[in-house]
C-alpha cells in the first residue's frame, strides 16, 4: 500500500518532439509545464481536453482544451508553439483513450505519426493516463513527466483523505485500464 503512489506516479519523460499537457490540470501544474516545454527540446506543446457546458463559467473556451492553451500562453508559453486538440466525443467513459485518439489524428493531419511525446499530468492518474497513450501510440516513444499534487504529501498519502480518495480511485482505475478495457467495447 506504502508503494501505490510512487508506482501510479512515475517520471520517465523520454525527450519528446511534443509535451503533451492536460487540460484539466490546475495552474501551478501548468507553471511546471510551461517551465518544461520552455526549457527542453520541445517543438511543440498540446493541450487536451473535452467540452465546457454552455452554463459552466469557462463555456466561452468551449474546450479545456482552449481553455489550457490560453492559460499556457498567459504564462508565456509562444501561442505559436502551443496546439490544442479538443475531444468532441462526450463520454464519461474512457476519457484518457478519447483525448489520446484525438491527439493521435491531430498529429496525423500535421504529419507528425513518428514524432516522440512526453505525457504531462498530475500525481496518482499519471501512470494511467501514460498506459492509454502507449495504447493508442504503439510505435511512437510515449514518456510521462508527473507533477505532484498540492493538495496532500505524496510520501504520507494516507494520512489524507484527499490522498486516500485519489490513490484508491486511481489504483482501481488502473486496473481497470489494465485488465478490463478494450476499445472494442
Known amino acids: 500500500v506504502l508503494f501505490a503512489y510512487p508506482f501510479l506516479a512515475p517520471t520517465q519523460p523520454v525527450g519528446g518532439e511534443i509535451l503533451l499537457v492536460e487540460g484539466w490540470l490546475p495552474d501551478y501544474a501548468l507553471e511546471k509545464a510551461k517551465a518544461l516545454s520552455l526549457h527542453d527540446n520541445y517543438k511543440l506543446v498540446v493541450t487536451t481536453g473535452g467540452g465546457i457546458l454552455t452554463d459552466h463559467p469557462l463555456a466561452q473556451y468551449k474546450t479545456l482544451a482552449n481553455w489550457t492553451a490560453l492559460r499556457l500562453n498567459k504564462q508565456g508559453v509562444p501561442l505559436g508553439k502551443i496546439i490544442p486538440v479538443p475531444v468532441t ?15 493521435k489524428s491531430r498529429l496525423n493531419e500535421m504529419g507528425l505519426t513518428q514524432a516522440s511525446i512526453d505525457v504531462v499530468s ?38 489524507s483523505s484527499a490522498g486516500v480518495r485519489d490513490v484508491i480511485s486511481e489504483v482501481v482505475a488502473y486496473l481497470y485500464a489494465r485488465l478490463i478495457f478494450s476499445p472494442f467495447i
Do not use: Q
Not at 131 to 148: D, I, R, S
Open 89 to 103: 466525443i462526450i463520454s464519461r467513459k474512457d476519457r484518457t483513450y478519447h483525448k489520446a485518439l484525438a491527439v
Open 122 to 159: 498530475l500525481g496518482a492518474h499519471s501512470r494511467r493516463t501514460w498506459l492509454m497513450f502507449k495504447k493508442v501510440f504503439p510505435l511512437v516513444n510515449v514518456g510521462v513527466v508527473t507533477l505532484e499534487p498540492k493538495d496532500y504529501d505524496i510520501n504520507r498519502w494516507w494520512l
